[in-house]
C-alpha cells in the first residue's frame, strides 16, 4: 500500500497535499504536522517538498483574503479615519511580531530537529492535552466576544501564543485560538482572530521559503505548486466556512481526542516497526 502512494504521479501527490494542508490549516489538528506525515507516506521528501509544503499554505490564506475580502477593504480603506480600523490592523500586525520574529531566528534549526514524524507525534499528543485541559476549564464567562474589542496587550498574548505553532504539531490555529480563550477572549472571537492573523503569518511564511529556496526551483515546478495552491484555496475555503458554523454552538474537545489519537497510533506504528517513517 506505501509503495502504491509513493508511486503516485507527483501532481496527485501535489492534489492530495493541497487538500490536506486547506483542510487542517485553521483547525487545532496542524496542517504543518500533517504535511509532515503525509510526506513521509507518499516518499515526497527533500529542501523542495520542504518548500512546497510551507508554499501552498499561501492558498489557505488567499481563502481567508476571499473570505473576509469585505471586512479587509473596510479596515484598509478606514484607517486614515476610522480608530476601529486602525486598532485592528495594529493588533493584527502586533500579534504577528512574534512569531515572525522567533522564526527567522530558529527557522532551521527547528525544520533539522523537529520537521519528523515523531517529533510531531508528541507535539499532537501534547496539544491535544491542552485542549483538554482549557476547554474544561472555561467555567468563567469569556471577556471579550468581539475581535474588535481586543486591546494591544489581548493581541501580545496571542502573538506570543502563536510563537508557540513554530513546533511542527502544535498547530498555528490551535495555538492562538487556545491561547486566546485562555487570555479571555471568546471562542468565535479568537477563532476569527486566528483567521486574521494566518494571513501575514502565512504570506511571511511563504515569501521567506521561497526567496531562501529559489535556487532549487525551475519552470518544470510550477505545476506541482500551482495544483497544490488551488487544492489548498478551495479545501481551506470549505473549511473556513464550516468552522465559523461549528464555533458558534460546538468545543474543541472532538479535536484534542483526534490529535491525541492520531498522535499515539503514529508513535506506536514508528516504536514497532509496522510503519517505517522516514525519520
Same mark, same amino acid.
Given at each position: 500500500?506505501?509503495?502504491?502512494?509513493?508511486?503516485?504521479?507527483?501532481?496527485?501527490?501535489?492534489?492530495?497535499?493541497?487538500?490536506?494542508?486547506?483542510?487542517?490549516?485553521?483547525?487545532?489538528?496542524?496542517?504543518?504536522?500533517?504535511?509532515?506525515?503525509?510526506?513521509?507516506?507518499?516518499?515526497?521528501?527533500?529542501?523542495?517538498?520542504?518548500?512546497?509544503?510551507?508554499?501552498?499554505?499561501?492558498?489557505?490564506?488567499?481563502?481567508?483574503?476571499?473570505?473576509?475580502?469585505?471586512?479587509?477593504?473596510?479596515?484598509?480603506?478606514?484607517?486614515?479615519?476610522?480608530?476601529?480600523?486602525?486598532?485592528?490592523?495594529?493588533?493584527?500586525?502586533?500579534?504577528?511580531?512574534?512569531?515572525?520574529?522567533?522564526?527567522?531566528?530558529?527557522?532551521?534549526?527547528?525544520?533539522?530537529?523537529?520537521?519528523?514524524?515523531?517529533?510531531?507525534?508528541?507535539?499532537?499528543?501534547?496539544?491535544?492535552?491542552?485542549?483538554?485541559?482549557?476547554?474544561?476549564?472555561?467555567?468563567?464567562?469569556?471577556?471579550?466576544?468581539?475581535?474588535?474589542?481586543?486591546?494591544?496587550?489581548?493581541?501580545?498574548?496571542?502573538?506570543?501564543?502563536?510563537?508557540?505553532?513554530?513546533?511542527?504539531?502544535?498547530?498555528?490555529?490551535?495555538?492562538?485560538?487556545?491561547?486566546?480563550?485562555?487570555?479571555?477572549?471568546?471562542?468565535?472571537?479568537?477563532?476569527?482572530?486566528?483567521?486574521?492573523?494566518?494571513?501575514?503569518?502565512?504570506?511571511?511564511?511563504?515569501?521567506?521559503?521561497?526567496?531562501?529556496?529559489?535556487?532549487?526551483?525551475?519552470?518544470?515546478?510550477? #505545476?506541482?505548486?500551482?495544483?497544490?495552491?488551488?487544492?489548498?484555496?478551495?479545501?481551506?475555503?470549505?473549511?473556513?466556512?464550516?468552522?465559523?458554523?461549528?464555533?458558534?454552538?460546538?468545543?474543541?474537545? #472532538?479535536?484534542?481526542?483526534?490529535?491525541?489519537?492520531?498522535?499515539?497510533?503514529?508513535?506506536?506504528?514508528?516504536?514497532?516497526?509496522?510503519?517505517?517513517?522516514?525519520?
Amino acid at each position: 500500500m506505501l509503495e502504491l502512494l509513493v508511486a503516485l504521479p507527483i501532481l496527485v501527490k501535489a492534489a492530495l497535499l493541497g487538500i490536506i494542508e486547506g483542510l487542517t490549516e485553521f483547525l487545532p489538528i496542524s496542517s504543518t504536522g500533517h504535511l509532515i506525515l503525509a510526506s513521509s507516506v507518499l516518499g515526497f521528501e527533500g529542501e523542495k517538498a520542504k518548500m512546497f509544503t510551507v508554499s501552498i499554505q499561501t492558498g489557505a490564506m488567499l481563502a481567508v483574503i476571499w473570505y473576509y475580502r469585505a471586512r479587509i477593504t473596510d479596515t484598509f480603506g478606514g484607517m486614515l479615519f476610522d480608530a476601529r480600523a486602525r486598532r485592528f490592523a495594529l493588533n493584527v500586525v502586533v500579534a504577528f511580531v512574534p512569531a515572525a520574529a522567533l522564526g527567522l531566528l530558529f527557522a532551521e534549526s527547528i525544520k533539522e530537529r523537529l520537521f519528523h514524524p515523531v517529533p510531531v507525534a508528541i507535539a499532537f499528543v501534547v496539544g491535544g492535552l491542552l485542549i483538554l485541559w482549557v476547554e474544561r476549564g472555561r467555567h468563567r464567562p469569556a471577556l471579550i466576544d468581539d475581535v474588535d474589542a481586543m486591546t494591544l496587550r489581548d493581541a501580545v498574548k496571542v502573538g506570543i501564543a502563536q510563537a508557540f505553532a513554530l513546533i511542527p504539531g502544535t498547530s498555528r490555529s490551535g495555538a492562538t485560538i487556545v491561547g486566546g480563550m485562555l487570555f479571555g477572549l471568546s471562542r468565535a472571537a479568537a477563532t476569527e482572530f486566528s483567521f486574521f492573523l494566518a494571513i501575514p503569518t502565512l504570506i511571511g511564511a511563504g515569501v521567506y521559503d521561497a526567496w531562501k529556496y529559489r535556487a532549487l526551483l525551475g519552470p518544470g515546478d510550477a #505545476p506541482m505548486f500551482a495544483v497544490g495552491l488551488l487544492f489548498s484555496f478551495f479545501a481551506a475555503l470549505a473549511c473556513v466556512r464550516w468552522l465559523i458554523r461549528y464555533v458558534a454552538r460546538n468545543d474543541f474537545v #472532538p479535536f484534542a481526542w483526534y490529535r491525541i489519537a492520531f498522535g499515539i497510533v503514529v508513535l506506536v506504528t514508528a516504536w514497532s516497526g509496522l510503519v517505517q517513517w522516514n525519520l
